[in-house]
């Protein structure tokens, strides 16, 4: 049971640190600041995390920055 929790708790560790790796494409503040009020037009945009958004709105209320104009391949 030790090994169990030791385990997961480095995989949390681990997944934490891997999600805030790219300090460039995740922006808290965009996040904080966002109103959370989006169109619901979907032409696809790109985010930084390589993950396609409906629009570039969207992808701003998680706090993800826009690369492309286009969804992601």
């Known amino acids: 049971m030790k090994h169990l929790l030791l385990s997961l708790s480095i995989f949390s560790l681990l997944t934490l640190l891997a999600c ?27 985010g930084c995390n390589g993950q396609t958004y409906c629009n570039e709105c969207i992808a701003n209320s998680n706090g993800i920055k826009v690369i492309k104009k286009e969804p992601c391949k």
């Open 20 to 46: 805030n790796k790219d300090s460039n494409c995740y922006d808290r503040k965009m996040k904080e600041n966002h109103s959370g009020i989006c169109s619901q037009d979907c032409p696809g945009v790109c």
